[in-house]
């Protein structure tokens, strides 16, 4: 069903290559997003923002890169304002946070603009080069240091300032698993007929029991229903291992959809977070327009909490989206636009419609933020961010 013809017929040929002719889920998910050339992520950069599958808070206005710079420039005075000062962005999409950071440092810090070193780590070549289309005649009229490079390019404990990411986390590859005859079985893809089916067997590393023991689940309690079924983020841990590594002084910022453990592998949700986002639709069948539709799990914070103080980072606080948006000068935004010359009322009201949508508790000002640190010392510690502080009231 609108699936790209020829990764299907490379998922199949992989499939049928292996000796149980199956792979993970996990293997899937990664080669229907990231596959070269034919992944949802390799093929085309197009499919994010208005006229794509879905809408991050960075397509709604320049407001929310500008709001993150004011958090950014926060975090430098902490740090006793370095030279060079970091920030490491992690999937930038089409570079619209960049291009926002950027402009508004420009207009109101240019004291950071000058000491900032600012590096994106791409993992898709298209949208790298999309990026790059866009943001290097705006890096070189402002003679700021942008630079692109890979993961393994970013030194061990290199980094002081800050390394973030939004809406990055979920769209890692994520195993699916099942409980089944009192025990966690793994879901596998294999070929059936002109299609992909699923299949359940043996967890195909021991990684996974691991996750939930360090989460404290105990799947042989009876409270797990027969068929419960729910995603495990083995990317997300080494992706927080290497952020770790990579942090020699500063931050993490991370925002994303999801939960703490306790609600994210509650009983009640037996079906998972999974879900598949086509054309500004969601279902749950990843199964259909393969490599035409982004699948997306949702985030487990509490691992990312508890993975990160494992490897030397300290949990400052995780709040919601809305509240950190408001906590940094939000509602000043929403005020002056009553407060706005030569605005018709339109302009208004459609600005202020916009605001709204990105600190809606139900939307996307439900996502979380979790702000982690490594190697301040207790004063610095000690100096609260103010995107973690409790907002003022609309």
């Not at 923002?49 to 960075?58: E, K, N, V």
């Not at 291009?99 to 949208?127: F, T, W």
């Not at 979380?368 to 640190?373: A, E, N, S």
């Amino acid at each position: 069903m609108h699936s790209n013809p020829k990764l299907f017929q490379t998922l199949a040929e992989i499939i049928e290559s292996r000796p149980e002719r199956r792979i993970t889920f996990a293997e899937y998910m990664d080669l229907a997003l990231y596959h070269e050339p034919y992944g949802y992520y390799a093929s085309e950069w197009s499919k994010i923002g208005g006229a794509g599958d879905f809408i991050t808070s960075p397509h709604l206005s320049c407001d929310f890169g500008e709001t993150l710079a004011v958090q950014f420039v926060e975090m430098w005075e902490i740090l006793g304002r370095p030279s060079p000062f970091h920030l490491v962005e992690m999937g930038a999409g089409q570079g619209l946070i960049c291009g926002d950071v950027l402009q508004y440092l420009r207009e109101n810090h240019r004291d950071c603009l000058e000491v900032l070193d600012y590096a994106i780590v791409e993992k898709s070549p298209a949208m790298r080069g999309f990026q790059q289309g866009r943001l290097n005649p705006l890096a070189a009229k402002m003679g700021v240091k942008l630079r692109w490079c890979t993961w393994e390019e970013v030194g061990e404990e290199s980094i002081i300032g800050c390394l973030f990411s939004n809406e990055l986390v979920d769209a890692f590859p994520v195993h699916q698993v099942v409980f089944e005859g009192g025990q966690l079985r793994e879901i596998y893809v294999t070929v059936d007929g002109e299609g992909f089916a699923e299949v359940s067997g043996d967890l195909s590393t021991e990684a996974i029991a691991d996750y939930f023991d360090r989460l404290g689940i105990d799947w042989s309690e009876s409270h797990y229903p027969e068929g419960y079924r729910t995603e495990v983020n083995l990317a997300a841990v080494d992706w927080i291992d290497g952020v770790a590594a990579k942090l020699h002084c500063g931050y993490v910022l991370t925002v994303d959809y999801g939960y703490p453990a306790s609600r994210y592998y509650a009983p009640a949700r037996d079906r998972g977070t999974l879900q598949c986002y086509y054309r500004h639709n969601y279902h749950d069948n990843p199964y259909l327009y393969v490599g035409q539709q982004d699948i997306t799990a949702h985030v487990d914070f509490t691992t990312l909490e508890q993975r990160g103080q494992a490897r030397g980072l300290e949990t400052l606080g995780r709040t919601q989206q809305g509240l950190f948006l408001m906590a940094l000068g939000w509602g000043d935004r929403l005020a002056a636009l009553s407060r706005g010359e030569n605005l018709d009322i339109s302009t208004v009201l459609q600005r202020r419609e916009v605001l709204h949508r990105a600190i809606d508790p139900l939307g996307l000002g439900g996502f979380g933020v979790l702000v982690q640190c490594k190697g301040l010392d207790a004063n610095r510690r000690q100096q609260s961010l103010r995107g973690l502080k409790t907002p003022p009231m609309l």
